[in-house]
């Protein structure tokens, strides 16, 4: 074995040297009386590889092609005939492969994709007892501070107002002083994600939301300020914009599933009334 793949490892040497030539193709590894040629390695082999990541792609593809020609050789002495008879799993995959691409070129043809936001509301109004949360998600203002900055008493007085002049103060003296400010773009979050990030403890997540519109903690290092600005319980709706992008693979999903529904039943019109099939 140790011989085979020195041959190995010196036969895909010269192939990488002489790249830019056209050569013979050699065989480079053989198990019974199969072959494995330097073409097939060279199709695995990315063209920008360096010469050592090349001969560790070739030896790792050519001993996994040894060891799936030796199990396929103990298969082809341990099946019986009936077992190996795969002409019908065979035919059922070819049908299968060539009827889904054939589908999949109609759909980039001829299937419009697009989506509307009144379709996606359409859609949320009708079916909205399926998106009920599984966990709870909040919008909330966040803002991590170091324990020796100045001015944390000011910024305990106006991280709680939603004044416009107190937000841009609060949010000019975070650019200055904060190790992260972060109003999560006004978006939904889970509350988990929000409370992870804090040094406290709970035992009960949905209590301690209801409990805490406002939150102010410290560590070592860090002041912590948490406004909750919306809250959404688990076993409640999720609201809209939340599963927006759920929503919008739905639609898409369900538009296919109209186009292929449409489809068969086209093909199976136009194979009736030009006689292509009998039902005896």
């Known amino acids: 074995m140790k011989k085979l793949f020195t041959i190995i490892i010196f036969s895909f040497t010269i192939f990488s040297c002489n790249q830019g030539q056209k050569e013979e193709d050699r065989p480079v590894a053989k198990a019974h009386d199969k072959y494995l040629f330097l073409s097939e390695i060279k199709e695995v082999v990315p063209n920008n590889s360096s010469k050592e990541d090349s001969l560790l792609i070739a030896n790792s593809y050519i001993k996994q092609w040894i060891t799936k020609q030796l199990i396929l050789q103990k298969a082809e002495l341990n099946l019986n005939k009936k077992e190996k008879d795969i002409t019908k799993l065979i035919n059922d995959y070819r049908s299968s492969i060539l009827t889904h691409r054939y589908i999949q070129k109609l759909i980039e043809q001829k299937l419009n994709t697009q989506y509307t936001e009144e379709q996606l509301k359409e859609y949320y109004d009708q079916y909205k007892f399926n998106f009920i949360l599984s966990y709870n998600i909040v919008k909330a203002l966040y803002?991590?501070?170091?324990?020796?900055?100045?001015?944390?008493?000011?910024?305990?007085?106006?991280?709680?107002?939603?004044?416009?002049?107190?937000?841009?103060?609060?949010?000019?003296?975070?650019?200055?002083?904060?190790?992260?400010?972060?109003?999560?773009?006004?978006?939904?979050?889970?509350?988990?994600?929000?409370?992870?990030?804090?040094p406290i403890e709970y035992s009960n997540e949905e209590k301690y939301l209801k409990n805490h519109k406002h939150i102010e903690v410290k560590d070592a290092e860090y002041v912590y300020f948490v406004r909750i600005k919306d809250v959404r319980y688990i076993n409640t709706l999720a609201p809209y914009e939340y599963i927006t992008d759920d929503l919008i693979q739905i639609v898409r999903n369900k538009k296919r599933i109209e186009f292929e529904a449409e489809l068969e039943k086209e093909i199976n019109k136009e194979a009736k009334s030009k006689n292509l099939y009998v039902i005896y």
């Open 143 to 198: 803002i991590k501070i170091p324990i020796n900055a100045p001015g944390l008493d000011r910024i305990k007085k106006i991280y709680k107002s939603s004044k416009i002049e107190q937000l841009e103060e609060l949010e000019n003296y975070c650019l200055l002083n904060a190790k992260k400010f972060d109003s999560f773009n006004d978006s939904w979050i889970p509350a988990s994600k929000l409370l992870n990030s804090l």
